[in-house]
């Protein structure tokens, strides 16, 4: 049997997200496992940002029910294996090779396992896995789309999700918020209890959405209508719920945004039937953490690292800094991935950024190197590396200064695993 090591390696990291037969392929897999996906019960979760947060918040909800939980979602920050989680756990080394072997030995007649890619074999190590672990709840966080991404192969989640939807991945997904929308809607499936929309949202997708629900029979819950979460300064919030008391806790996602994030997840908890104490509710969101989200490394300077990636995920950044450090002025480390919209990002740093290092992302086919985007910047200093740039910094940064590392997940997944090591 191969190891981890050497199964990780011969995985193909095609990107094949936006080919329509993927899912069908997939589904013919899963009949082949006698379909694990219907072991538990799935909240399925679609976006373009807010995933991750909203995802982490629910399944820390749900485990404070006293549930068995597992969490898919990518990318990793540290170690690719932080992708299938079970009650906070990362799947081990072993857990993935014999689930990798199972499930490869039961690939349907024409189907081998180089045919499937990267994401895929996560996605179906994850599903097997749980369901061989006996979860009884998976958040299962979409890898890009809906529709047409490898975790639609499921059947009929218990719950569909869609969190805030914005321009990103255009090639692939289109160039209109309305596609975009239509993409994400492909999760909303008949049979699931209801599809929990996040606030905030662009009026164009809203139409979208209810056609898709409409479509599918499914209920279309807005949450806000919900639940409320409002700042109560010094890392509290106060959540309002109907039938519910007030109630004011302590939040330990960091940044503005997060109270969308939170509205959305206790929302879906609220169409999920699952009931919890007050006690059980803030024990869960006090110490509730999530890698690579307005995450602190530091305090002297303070070193800031978020996974924006596109112009909604940099404003709502851009936000949360001022209301953290009002008073501060901020350093960027910057690095993009060439397929971005990297122009429009680069015009809402400029006017913020005291200075900018640029550095190149560690990925092999998508990266912008930094000198290319001193063309977009042309007062950013492009630096050597990642970590040169954050030295650098560094070193020059006062007391009055705030060094954020963004731009890519690619760029803040070096920094912290420099930093875990360090």
Same mark, same amino acid.
């Given at each position: 049997?191969?190891?981890?090591?050497?199964?990780? %390696?011969? *995985?193909?990291?095609?990107?094949?997200?936006?080919? %329509?037969?993927?899912?069908?392929?997939?589904?013919?897999?899963?009949?082949?496992?006698?379909?694990?996906?219907?072991?538990?019960?799935?909240?399925? *979760?679609?976006?373009?940002?807010?995933?991750?947060?909203?995802?982490?918040?629910?399944?820390?909800?749900?485990?404070?029910?006293?549930?068995?939980?597992?969490?898919?979602?990518?990318? =990793?920050?540290?170690?690719?294996?932080?992708?299938?989680?079970?009650?906070?756990?990362?799947?081990?080394?072993?857990?993935? !090779?014999?689930?990798?072997?199972?499930?490869?030995?039961? *690939? /349907?007649?024409?189907?081998?396992?180089?045919?499937?890619?990267?994401?895929?074999?996560? #996605?179906?190590?994850?599903?097997?896995?749980?369901? +061989?672990?006996?979860?009884?709840?998976?958040?299962?966080?979409?890898?890009?789309?809906?529709?047409?991404?490898? #975790?639609?192969?499921?059947?009929?989640?218990?719950?569909? !999700?869609? &969190?805030?939807? =914005?321009?990103?991945?255009?090639?692939?997904?289109?160039?209109?918020?309305?596609?975009?929308?239509?993409?994400? %809607?492909?999760?909303?499936?008949?049979?699931?209890?209801?599809?929990? $929309?996040?606030?905030?949202?662009?009026?164009?997708?809203?139409?979208? *959405?209810?056609?898709?629900?409409?479509?599918?029979?499914?209920?279309?819950?807005?949450?806000?209508?919900?639940? #409320?979460?409002?700042? =109560?300064?010094?890392?509290?919030? +106060?959540? &309002?719920?109907p039938g519910h008391r007030p109630l004011t806790t302590a939040l330990g996602l960091k940044g503005?945004?997060?109270?969308?994030?939170?509205?959305?997840?206790?929302?879906?908890?609220?169409?999920?039937? $699952?009931?919890?104490a007050d006690s059980q509710l803030a024990g869960a969101l006090a110490t509730v953490r999530l890698?690579?989200?307005?995450?602190?490394?530091?305090?002297?300077?303070?070193?800031?690292?978020?996974?924006?990636?596109?112009?909604?995920?940099?404003?709502?950044?851009?936000?949360?800094?001022?209301?953290?450090?009002?008073?501060?002025?901020?350093?960027?480390?910057?690095?993009?991935? %060439?397929?971005?919209?990297?122009?429009?990002?680069?015009?809402?740093?400029?006017?913020?950024?005291?200075?900018?290092?640029?550095?190149?992302?560690?990925?092999?086919?998508?990266?912008? /190197?930094?000198?290319?985007?001193?063309?977009?910047?042309?007062?950013?200093?492009?630096?050597?590396?990642?970590?040169?740039?954050?030295?650098?910094?560094?070193? =020059?940064?006062?007391?009055?200064?705030?060094? !954020?590392? #963004?731009?890519?997940?690619?760029?803040?997944?070096?920094?912290?695993?420099?930093?875990?090591?360090?």
């Amino acid at each position: 049997m191969a190891s981890y090591a050497e199964i990780i %390696a011969g *995985l193909s990291p095609a990107m094949k997200a936006g080919q %329509a037969d993927r899912v069908a392929l997939l589904k013919r897999v899963l009949a082949a496992l006698n379909h694990p996906d219907l072991a538990y019960r799935i909240v399925h *979760l679609a976006g373009t940002n807010g995933k991750g947060s909203t995802g982490q918040l629910l399944t820390q909800l749900l485990r404070a029910s006293g549930a068995r939980v597992g969490h898919f979602a990518s990318p =990793a920050l540290v170690d690719d294996r932080e992708q299938i989680q079970l009650d906070d756990r990362p799947i081990s080394k072993a857990a993935f !090779v014999a689930t990798y072997d199972y499930i490869r030995r039961r *690939l /349907p007649a024409g189907i081998a396992p180089a045919d499937l890619t990267v994401f895929e074999w996560w #996605t179906l190590v994850a599903l097997q896995y749980f369901a +061989t672990a006996g979860a009884q709840w998976v958040v299962l966080e979409v890898g890009l789309g809906g529709e047409k991404d490898a #975790t639609n192969a499921i059947a009929a989640p218990t719950l569909a !999700v869609i &969190t805030h939807l =914005a321009l990103d991945h255009c090639k692939i997904l289109g160039n209109r918020l309305e596609e975009i929308a239509a993409a994400k %809607a492909g999760i909303i499936k008949p049979g699931s209890r209801a599809v929990v $929309v996040a606030p905030e949202q662009d009026p164009r997708v809203l139409p979208v *959405l209810k056609a898709a629900a409409n479509r599918a029979g499914v209920p279309l819950v807005m949450a806000a209508e919900r639940a #409320t979460v409002a700042a =109560a300064g010094e890392g509290q919030v +106060t959540i &309002t719920r109907p039938g519910h008391r007030p109630l004011t806790t302590a939040l330990g996602l960091k940044g503005s945004y997060q109270l969308a994030n939170l509205t959305t997840a206790l929302a879906a908890l609220d169409q999920l039937k $699952v009931a919890l104490a007050d006690s059980q509710l803030a024990g869960a969101l006090a110490t509730v953490r999530l890698p690579g989200r307005f995450q602190l490394l530091g305090e002297q300077p303070p070193v800031i690292i978020d996974g924006a990636h596109n112009p909604d995920g940099a404003r709502h950044l851009l936000a949360a800094l001022k209301a953290a450090y009002p008073q501060a002025k901020f350093f960027f480390v910057l690095g993009f991935l %060439a397929d971005k919209n990297v122009a429009a990002m680069v015009d809402l740093y400029r006017p913020v950024a005291s200075r900018s290092w640029l550095v190149t992302p560690d990925h092999p086919t998508r990266r912008l /190197p930094a000198q290319k985007l001193r063309d977009l910047l042309p007062e950013g200093e492009v630096a050597p590396s990642v970590a040169a740039g954050l030295k650098a910094a560094r070193a =020059a940064a006062d007391p009055q200064t705030v060094v !954020v590392v #963004t731009g890519s997940f690619y760029v803040i997944r070096e920094v912290a695993k420099k930093w875990s090591n360090s």
